[in-house]
């Protein structure tokens, strides 16, 4: 599925909204997070997962074609966790299956 | 940040009642979900690809006791920021 598959599937369940609102409405949810994550902010959605920032420590990177050695700042990286039902779901086994228990060891 | 306020900002760009905003979103995202669970990838452009990844089987130690446990065969959700938003966050 991509964004515009998204955009369609909003439009197509709207009643009041077009699709051009709908392109808007849809860029609005993922521009609202990530201007959150531009201002350090975690986003935490419920039953989905977090969105969150991670440094990454400043390195000496090598130039591939010249092996050169270039310093790589310091920079934020972003993550994403998903929530612990949204896990679940993931491994839901088929109905006809016996559920497996499910006493993973966190990672 | 939470839900609400991602629906708040959604009313304010196009429109629409909070009870409208907080909709699409559940909306939006309950469609990403129910794709993932199919095991199907979700790609934003300019924000970054959702993909359902399987792993095998392996041994795992319970970290208190040292005991040794099987761990089955699982599938796990992983992120890949977009170029774009890498750079978005970095500025």
């Known amino acids: 599925m991509t964004k515009a598959h998204l955009i369609d599937r909003v439009a197509e369940r709207s009643s009041t909204l077009t699709r051009r609102q709908a392109e808007t409405a849809v860029n609005a949810i993922f521009g609202s997070i990530r201007d959150a994550l531009q201002r350090g902010e975690k986003t935490e959605i419920r039953g989905f997962g977090s969105f969150c920032l991670r440094m990454r420590r400043n390195k000496d990177g090598r130039n591939p074609k010249t092996g050169e050695t270039v310093p790589v700042p310091e920079k934020r990286m972003p993550f994403f966790k998903a929530g612990k039902e949204f896990k679940e779901l993931l491994n839901q086994e088929p109905l006809h299956k016996k559920e497996e228990p499910s006493e993973y060891t966190a990672t | 940040m939470r839900k609400a306020d991602i629906a708040n900002h959604l009313c304010e760009t196009i429109g629409v009642s909070k009870a409208e905003g907080m909709d699409l979103v559940e909306f939006v995202l309950s469609s990403m979900k129910l794709t993932l669970q199919k095991g199907e990838p979700v790609k934003i452009a300019g924000f970054g690809n959702f ?21 089955p065969p699982r599938r796990v959700l992983t992120f890949r920021p977009s170029q774009l938003l890498k750079e978005h966050v970095n500025s």
Not at chain 2, 54 to 71: L, Q, V, Y
């Open chain 2, 51 to 71: 993909m359902v990844r399987s792993k095998g089987s392996r041994k795992g130690r319970n970290p208190r006791t040292g005991e040794e446990i099987a761990i």
